[in-house]
């Protein structure tokens, strides 16, 4: 009851007869568990004709509510982890009443709704899909400064992060391009995104998440192009309308850490009406300087080309402060008695960030950086039944601004390179479902999304401020656009036992460029098509175990980073296929610098596809989910990096403002600004990656709670008999949870661990974030270069040692011209321990101690060691 209506009830039964207040009914009750333990902290509702009253259990299970009408009510009792229990109670009568309510512990499932039948709800036990939640109360609990961080105890999803500022999860060793990003079934990516890791999904605000919904393998036919690995949904929280009347509540949440000297804070503001809800609110957090395990950096340019400790330096890692910050707005409204409107608008920027891998942390680069990282998301929503021939439609217009500006310096001295890169996305969905004789649901739709693609790339002299323009990365002018149409089935074929889905896509792609005289450009138009299928199964073995299969072909064209885009990248300096080709270059058998030509031209690229095939079982007792599941994918055509060879001299060409100052005596060229050769994308006939996945979740008794999972996954490139790049080790983990049983207090401990991943593809070896190859020209670059600029090089001679270069290069290298400074990235085993308090029904405290030994460790494939000894303390607070 709102405190306005409370004032008013309290006047007027000052002046009126005792009769009125004779109509005043008091329920009081108890909670219990089916063994007749009392349950606290259970949230009850009373429902009557015109008000709802609501108020929680005490410690020992009792409740009391006043001021109820003289009338026939409702009551419902929810707490976690038990079936929630609704139930009549009769107020007529002028003596107190009195109830019993009993809870028996629920089964341990969770709905999802990103599955092949795409915008329907089903149960994770009912999908044949390898499917996985991570639910607000998990977000919560995980230590994480962005988005991305709090997938890693998930199972199958390795979480990259090449610095401090991004994340990027790696699905059975697919990334970026090839894992389709759905912001509440909106597509995120762009045809920007790059091959290998990317930031973008760490630009989401956290604490406006509901829950992530993850599904792992091919799921084209639902969302298209780039859904190989998987697909990740997150889903916002939205404001739901009120039952009665007018409510205005709040949140504030502030958070530390002690690695990277964090801190944050989140407001918001719900208000809620029967005719309309909006929640709007803002966030800022500022990330500080990032001590890892031992304060040691195991890759660090001192150690790669000097062979020094990174503590000779730094403890904690410099360029790894940032700051990120921003406001966002959702909004219900009821649109007629079977339909609702949604409109969500975010909007993030990062400033400060820094790539580290570029930087002492790996290539020893004087600067670069990502600054600003801006996103600016929202859409339009129309949801209704009943409409027409559909029993659920829904349609919605989008719009996905992001932009990505960077700058590249080599050395003080050197040119500093500006880049300016945006891309905005107007999307268009439409779908609907019919249900045929409660066992058949038909789902058809169809979706644009326009991309227009902007981009200025210059050079500045830093003694004289002159700026000098050069070809974008992509083409200013650039479009792109996707279009798709699908229809899906879900069949109930032996009612219980045997369900069936299929689906069907045919999908159309459209590059285009202007034509730009200035920069050699000339307009193209690039049209791509694709028809795409998957079925899936079900068989129902007992009530408690299911069996399940699909067999699905994932889908992606050539994007427009694939077909346009010229620059330095964590692989090198990287030339289009078009550009390529001009130079007539010949595909390397590898994409590392020992390459050696196969005698095949670059081409212009075709789309790559796959084909995969799954197996599993999935579990569930009232006490126990679990699942396991196999799966054997094959990538056709697959779009990979490979070193190109020239066979004429190339030395002295300027491509896009970066001259070609080096070239082999086995033609693989180089520009100053890269160690490594020049690269470019070509379509590779066949790889393969095999695996398999499995989690368990079990209830031990109403305290205590324990989950696992562990995944691992092999690929291999079968043209060139290599390790795929950037496959993930084997990995898992495991928790143990006990909560109290008033539910005002939770512990949680862990253990994470990874396998040593040995398997590395030439361009990994190569890779600052992995194997970090260093040379002797390298080597000597970073000697009188940056090595002498910050003081570590005097007079020729290293002061730590002594030694001048060529001493260096024989203590590294010995005989070798190049050495990676790993063959495998290390596996490891770490601990932590969790805890919550309720303080108050409004106030909130979380303590996260992570990484308790202090170990020193990479996640495969990133550019920074993950975070030391830390502590995070979270708060949050709601009015």
Known sequence: ????????????ALGISAHSQAMERVLTGVVQDSLGGTVASTAITVTCTEDTFETLSDA??????????????????ERNLFVPVIMGVDLTNETPAFVKVVLTVAAVTTEVTVTPGRGRQEQLFEVPEAVSVTTQEELESRPHQILPQALREEPGVLVQQTTTAQGSPFIRGFSAQRIVYLLDGVRFNTSTYRAGATQYLGWINPSLVDRIEIVRGPSSVQYGSDALGGTINVLSLEPALSDRG?????????????????????ASIVVQTPAAA???????????????GRSRDSHSALTRFLGLPSKTRYRRLPDTNFIQSGGYMAATFRAGAQAKLNAVYWHEEQSGVSRFDRLLGGDGRHRNEFDPQRLDFGYLRYERAQTGFFDQFTASVSINRQQDDRLEQHRPTSRIEHQKGRVLALGYQAQGSRLFGGRHVLTVGGEIYDEYIAGTRTFEEPTTGVLQSARPRIPDGTRYTSSGVFAQTALELIPGRFRLRAGLRYGYFLFRTKQDPTFGIERKRVPTKAVTFNTGGVVSLTEAINATFTVSRGFRAANAFDLGAIGLSGGGFELSPESAASFGAIIGNTDGSDATTTGQPVTLLRPESAIAYEGGLKFRTARL??????????????????????????VGTTVAGFAIVEQDDA??????????PIVTRVNVDRSRVVGFEADAHFQINRAWRAAAYFSTATGHDLEAGTAM???????GGLRLRWQSTERHLWLEGLVTLAFAQNRLSPGDLKDARIGAQRSRKSIAEFFTGTGTDIGLVVDGHLLATG?????????LLGTADAVPLFTKTPGFTTLGARTGWRVTPNLELVVIADNLTDRNYRWHGSGVDAPGFNIQVQTQYAF
Do not use: Y
């Open 625 to 650: 989910t679990a699942s396991i599941n196999v799966f054997d994918l094959e990538l056709r055509h697959a779009i990979q990096r490979r070193t190109a060879i020239f066979a004429k001299p190339i």
């Open 1 to 12: 009851m709102s405190f306005p209506q409370a004032l008013v009830l309290w006047f007027v």
């Open 60 to 77: 020992s299970g009792t409740f009391r509510i006043t001021q109820l009408p003289a009338e026939q009510c409702r009551l419902r009792a």
């Open 725 to 731: 790049r950037r496959m993930p080790p084997p990995f």
């Open 667 to 676: 033609g693989r060229a180089f520009i100053e600004e890269s160690f490594d």
């Open 246 to 266: 007018r409510h205005t509540n709040g949140n504030l949440e502030i958070d530390f850490g002690s690695a990277d000297l964090s801190a944050g804070g989140n």
């Open 803 to 811: 030694e001048n270069l060529a001493e260096v290069q024989q203590r």
């Open 278 to 292: 909006v929640r709007f609110g803002g966030s800022s957090r500022s990330i500080g300087k990032l001590r890892t």
